[in-house]
Structures are given as C-alpha cells and as structure tokens.
C-alpha cells in the first residue's frame, strides 16, 4: 500500500492499450468492499468499454481526451432508495437481521435517521459514499497497474440521462463521479503534497 499512494498519479494520458474485462471487473469487485455508512452500499458501477460509447461519455464530460481514449471507464451512480419502505433498504436489513427483533430494531433505526431528508439530501448522502469507493477504486487499479484519472467536470444533466437511459434506471439513481482506467506511462517523480507537518493537527 505504501507503494501504491506514492506511484499513484492522475493519468492524462492513456496508451490506448485495452485493459482486460477480467481485470477491471476483479478492480470493481475489490472496490464494493469499501466502507459505507450503515452498511447501506448506496452505489452502483457502470463501466464502458466500447469505442464508440467511450467518445460519447467523453464528450459530455467536457469532451476530455483521457475519457475519450482510456480503456475503460467507471460511472460511479449514488442511488438514494434508502428510506423504510423501499425495497433496496429491506434487502440491506434482511440480510443482517437474523431476527424479527433485530429487523424491526434496524427499521426503525433507519426510519429516524432518515424521516427529515428529502431526495437531495438523501443523494448528498450517499454521494458521500461515492467517494470512499472512489478513493480505494483507484488505488485497487494502481495495484494490479492498471492508471486513472477522476473525472468530475461532466455535464450532469446529459450524464444523468446517459446512465439512466442505457443502465434502464430511473430518478433515484445520479451519477456522481466517472473514473477512467487505462494503461500509461509508470511516471517516476515525488507528489507534490503538503508535508505532514503541515496537515497533521495532534493532541
């Protein structure tokens, strides 16, 4: 790991060697193993693959080259389906519950936590999320060599419809940050970071 933060960079500039599928679905399955609030797992993961759809997510996220010429590309989709009642929430309780107790505890632990947020503030929430499972997606890749750029300038109207309309998803799922993966150069030279003396506050 200590090898991994230090190599690790933003890659704006990818071969156009294509990575395989196994490859990146084994980064994907390592990273839904991220830590998450309650449990709850409130992502999704689209990844995109082909040409032509690579040139599409590209150009609505703001026509960046490392989008448009990676090898493939992650959409990490928050979804806010987290109130008692929905269906994705009881299927998160049920498969630790091993109780009716214990069930009925959760659900109304759940239905507190929950009862003052809107949609929005349910979306923020698990966006939240979103990024752990960002931060460990890359360095996952970093570890089997596979770089990465996080993309967050997009045009969130047109990306919204894109991973609705193409992953058959509907108005609780919103697309929160797009990771591209690709081979590049093995970049040699220190982070320019702030030193620890700098950030770390210790009592």
Not at 119 to 143: D, F, G, I, P, R
């Amino acid at each position: 790991m200590q090898e991994i933060m230090k190599s690790r960079y933003s890659c704006r500039k990818f071969s156009g060697e294509k990575v395989g599928d196994e490859v990146v679905r084994e980064i994907v399955d390592l990273t839904r193993l991220s830590p998450s609030s309650c449990g709850l797992e409130p992502w999704l993961f689209m990844v995109v693959s082909n040409g032509d759809e690579l040139q599409k997510l590209g150009e609505i996220c703001n026509n960046q080259p490392q989008v448009k010429n990676c090898s493939h590309a992650v959409i990490i989709i928050a979804r806010n389906d987290l109130k008692v009642g929905e269906a994705y929430l009881d299927k998160c309780v049920r498969r630790r519950a091993t109780t009716s107790e214990k069930y009925d505890a959760a659900m109304a632990y759940f239905r507190d936590k929950f009862k003052d947020m809107d949609e929005k503030a349910m979306t923020n929430y698990a966006s939240k999320q979103c990024y752990l499972a960002c931060a460990n997606l890359v360095n996952v890749a970093e570890s089997f060599g596979v770089k990465s750029c996080i993309i967050a300038g997009f045009d969130k109207e047109k990306l919204t419809k894109y991973v609705r309309n193409e992953a058959n998803l509907n108005e609780n799922f919103t697309p929160i940050l797009v990771v591209a993966l690709g081979k590049g150069e093995n970049i040699k030279f220190p982070h320019t970071r702030h030193s620890l003396e700098d950030v770390l506050i210790w009592r």
